[in-house]
């Protein structure tokens, strides 16, 4: 059941609960699938390698690693209140993100228990993982007297359904990026401990791990369906969901670098590195990649961000609603101008790369 937004507004909250964010094209969503196709997959092409990461995710690397240690057991009321509020909406975001990962795999390895038991586990175990993550999130909100009330996110949220094929491109690469963003900050704050404000990315190091593994689950996964790495079809769907998840992230990221600036990254750098390493990652498994390197593409993306910031400069204005759509129309256009220059931009020859490497 889907509650509307004014049924979420109408439900109390606990003190101390936050409520959750406005849901944005750009907040992490909440998917389902089709499980009866997906419960028929025949992965035979492939089971050696989804068996040898099962075992990988038997082996739970990370049982121990979630453990809150002393460094929490102080006051964070020194942080000054802009970056204690970006901070805790890192938190919410991540714990959201985290959660609805949870959800689908946990929703997964339910409904294939008895068709698809291997497929299954390994999504048991992932959710297991993801459990973990969010949960991790949600007792750091509650360094800062909030948390999120996860049972009522699960009810209020909207689901989105993608069929399983676009599950699979979405997720790959939300747990590839996922690795490369949790990885970056880990490395950046080692070599410069003066901007750890917070115990919790310490934990980032093995972490990443976990979301790296999840990742190569779904590469196996695409592998033993080749017509999904394979063809004019895939190529175009991969390319487009490689555009929505580095676009959303850039554009997401830019809205919020006070966050990242307050943990001396550059954001922009931070984005564009991030965005490089999936990218490359990417065409172990995806036909083809996008050339973020031609200069053109950032300079789109910039054209997106300034017309986002016009977009909620009239959100926020007392104008009526009527006048608000129509100032906000030639920037919703340029938008899907852009959007659609940089999907049609050339890309880069992912499997012709890879048996050149061969
Ligand atoms: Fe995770
Ligand atoms: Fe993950």
Partial sequence: MVNTAEQQDQQELRPGVKAPAKETLLTPRFYTTDFEEMANMDISLNEEEIRAILEEFRADYNKKHFIRDEEFNQSWEHLDPETRQLFVEFLERSCTAEFSGFLLYKELGRRLKDSNPLLAECFTLMSRDEARHSGFLNKAMGDFNLSLDLGFLTK??????????????????????????????????????????????????NWCQDENRH????????????????????????RF??????????????????????????????????IKQTNETAARVFPTILDVDNPNFYNRLEVCAKNNEKLNNIDNSNAPRVVKWVRKLPYYVSNGWQFLNLYLQKGIDAKAQRQVVR
């Fill in 156 to 205: 209020s949220r909207k689901y989105t359904f993608f069929k399983p094929k676009f599950v699979f491109y979405a997720v790959y690469l939300s747990e590839k990026i996922g690795y490369w963003r949790y990885i970056t900050i880990y490395r950046h704050l080692e070599q410069n401990p003066q901007y750890r404000i917070y115990p919790l990315f310490r934990f980032f190091k």
């Fill in 215 to 238: 990742g190569d689950f779904f590469d196996a996964l695409m592998q033993s369906q080749p017509h999904l790495v394979n063809g004019l079809v895939a190529r175009l769907w991969c």
């Fill in 241 to 274: 969901f490689l555009l929505a998840v580095f676009a959303t992230m850039y554009l997401n990221d830019i809205q919020r670098s006070g966050f990242y600036e307050a943990l001396g990254l550059n954001t922009r750098e931070y984005d564009k590195y991030v």
